[in-house]
């Protein structure tokens, strides 16, 4: 079974710095999918960044950008130029390529961007 | 393009009383998922429907929880009797499933469930 591990429960960053949340999963799948969701308070969830396990180029989305170690099964979001409405829990999550399968989340970082 | 609804946004009843929460998914989209969100915590997979199918129903609580997809469209989620460890946020999500399927889910803002 898919496991995905989120080691910081809560973190902040001063606006405008940069901060790197982490994750590592476990797997025996070969071709698979990463994300990054953010849920804003009282709000849904969006996807901020998808990767997949075959490319090895890291995903990058505006400020948002992913470092993806497969082989240590490591996938952590680097978000530059923090800002405001960067707070939110960011929640990290697997799926399997084949048979669009469920989709595994982390149990989540709480990130806070102070002025 | 209209997003996932959930319905109700909020609800509080007593334990032991029914509840039932609704689902309308992105149109198009044929996979559907009901995920409980503990109050802290990263989502955990209740069920999952392709088109009217449960696909994936392995961590819904069959005793008090009940799910249909009538015609591979809108959803229901039922808890009868609801227990205290029910209250939870549920989420509804929904994804295209067929190819190129980029696996994003689209997901609903939620139904509160407070257990009094």
């Known amino acids: 079974a898919q496991t995905v591990t989120q080691s910081q429960p809560e973190m902040s960053v001063q606006e405008a710095e940069t901060v790197t949340l982490s994750c590592t999963y476990d797997t025996s799948e070969n071709n698979y999918y990463l994300f990054w969701y953010k849920q804003p308070p009282s709000r849904q969830m969006i996807l901020v960044i998808r990767?997949?396990?075959?490319?090895?180029q890291n995903a990058t989305e505006n400020r948002f950008s992913v470092n993806f170690q497969k082989a240590a099964k490591s996938f952590s979001l680097k978000i530059s130029d923090s800002q405001l409405g960067d707070t939110a829990m960011y929640f990290c999550?697997?799926?399997?390529?084949?048979?669009?399968?469920?989709?595994?989340f982390g149990p989540g970082t709480s990130l806070s961007v102070i002025p | 393009e209209a997003g996932v609804v959930q319905s109700p946004r909020y609800k509080i009843i007593e334990k032991k009383q029914p509840v039932a929460f609704w689902c309308n998914p992105i149109?198009?989209?044929?996979?559907l998922y009901w995920y409980r969100q503990n109050l802290g915590q990263g989502p955990e997979l209740l069920i999952r429907?392709?088109?009217?199918?449960?696909?994936?129903d392995s961590q819904l609580p069959k005793d008090r929880f009940s799910a249909e997809r009538l015609k591979g469209v809108d959803s229901t989620l039922k808890i009868q009797p609801a227990e205290l460890g029910d209250s939870a946020v549920y989420l509804c999500?929904?994804?295209?499933?067929?190819?190129?399927?980029?696996?994003?889910?689209?997901f609903g803002e939620g139904s509160r469930l407070t257990v009094l």
């Open positions: 999500a929904s994804t295209a499933g067929y190819f190129p399927n980029t696996g994003e889910l689209f």
């Open positions: 149109s198009g989209h044929n996979t």
């Open positions: 999550a697997f799926m399997k390529l084949t048979s669009y399968d469920k989709v595994i």
């Open positions: 429907y392709e088109n009217e199918e449960a696909v994936d």
């Open positions: 990767q997949e396990a075959y490319k090895q």
